[in-house]
């Protein structure tokens, strides 16, 4: 008798592309837009329009004014009062702030969902509490609320029969858990003018990674902490919601206020594990003097300005605080510098340029959490 067979394969078609309601192909274009603008509504839109031109993004059913019309429907944008009092103007709502730290994620770390509580888990089994489905005989110390009273019972009925039925203390079995563990992140982004020189964009690449790694912090592990931080002359804390209008200025670069700033976070966090992600073009030519007077050089890499940055690393590992540098640019004698003040810190360094900068850091998060958890 012939056996029938089940033959399995791949079936191969053309690509399709998923539907998207005109709204929706405006969207996807007009969050990058406002990205690159910083928030700027009015100069997104004038880009909009000019893309329209070239690439017939709008159709005579839907106009760039129906789409002006929807954002405003849908709760994307606002009026208020320009700046200057003279007249309104429109404005990005949070709702919009999150779409775009949603697409920032996508577009950098792939399509992350939420899944479960959020928290990270040891690689060590013990006290804890998150379950783990495997199960182990009951060791003294072992908390009573642990047991396991199905599997129990059944170790009973067969050590025991049903007929001289008991429960012994070879009989209990306990539930294994893993630790849940938290991570504090303080996340350094370099807003000096080198930033933007040499026409190369670098502050909106930095941008999105920022963004897209609050997303990922605040919907996937929303016990950790994330607080984000920029240094020019100065360093201070930006909030979240601000990520989206983030700007270069005329500023040095100031990597030792930017590291004391991160560590002053760092320490009044409770959590055991903190690390220290720093977005940098490399070259620190900036120190705040003990007068309040500022200390400049932006020709080379001046020792003075140098030697506090090792000084700072050195403080951080004292204080068990890793630091990754992300260099986005290739300079040998600034790799040079980053090298030097990895070793310091005995942190790490990644010389990524823009291109794959999120993943990197996205990778590396995962990894640390991975490396650094204790049981």
Same mark, same amino acid.
């Given at each position: 008798m012939k056996e029938k067979l089940n033959k399995t394969g791949f079936v191969f078609k053309t690509y399709e592309v998923p539907h998207q309601s005109p709204f929706e192909k405006l969207f996807e274009v007009f969050k990058e837009l406002i990205t690159y603008t910083s928030g700027d509504f009015d100069e997104a839109i004038n880009w909009l329009r000019q893309l329209d031109e070239e690439y017939k993004l709008t159709t005579k059913e839907y106009s760039i004014e129906d789409f002006i019309e929807d954002l405003k429907a849908k709760g994307y944008i606002r009026e208020e009062i320009e700046p200057n009092g003279d007249g309104k103007g429109m404005a990005i709502t949070a709702k919009t702030e999150r779409a775009i730290r949603q697409q920032a994620l996508d577009h950098i770390f792939g399509k992350i969902k939420r899944s479960g509580s959020g928290n990270h888990k040891s690689k060590s089994p013990g006290i804890g509490d998150e379950h783990t489905g495997d199960f182990r005989a009951y060791q003294f110390g072992d908390a009573l609320d642990k047991v396991s009273i199905t599997e129990t019972l059944r170790n009973a009925q067969i050590n025991h029969g049903i007929g001289d039925f008991k429960i012994t203390e070879d009989d209990l079995v306990v539930e294994e858990t893993l630790h849940k563990s938290q991570m504090s992140t303080v996340l350094m982004?370099?807003?000096?003018?080198?930033?933007?020189? %040499?026409?190369?964009?670098?502050?909106?690449? *930095?941008?999105? +990674? *920022?963004?897209?790694? *609050?997303?990922?912090?605040?919907?996937? %592990?929303p016990k950790d902490t994330l607080d984000i931080l920029v240094f020019g002359n100065d360093a201070w804390p930006i909030a979240i919601k601000d990520l989206p209008y983030l700007k270069v200025g005329p500023y040095h670069t100031n990597t030792v206020a930017g590291l004391q700033l991160a560590m002053d976070l760092l320490r009044r966090k409770r959590n055991t594990n903190k690390q220290i992600f720093m977005i940098t073009d490399g070259k620190p030519s900036c120190l705040r003097l003990p007068d309040g007077q500022y200390y400049k050089n932006s020709?080379?890499?001046d020792?003075?300005? +140098?030697?506090?940055? %090792? *000084?700072?690393?050195q403080q951080a590992r004292r204080l068990h605080i890793p630091i990754t540098t992300f260099m986005i640019t290739d300079d040998d004698y600034l790799m040079r510098f980053v090298q030097e003040f990895t070793k310091a810190n005995k942190g790490k360094a990644f010389y990524t340029g823009l291109k794959g900068l999120g993943e990197m850091i996205f990778e590396d998060y995962e990894n640390n959490r991975k490396r650094r958890i204790k049981g």
């Open positions: 982004i370099d807003i000096s003018h080198s930033m933007i020189l %040499y026409g190369e964009d670098r502050i909106t690449p *930095a941008k999105k +990674v *920022a963004m897209a790694l *609050a997303e990922l912090i605040t919907t996937r %592990y020709n080379g890499l020792p003075y300005i +140098v030697n506090k940055c %090792y *000084a700072m690393a």
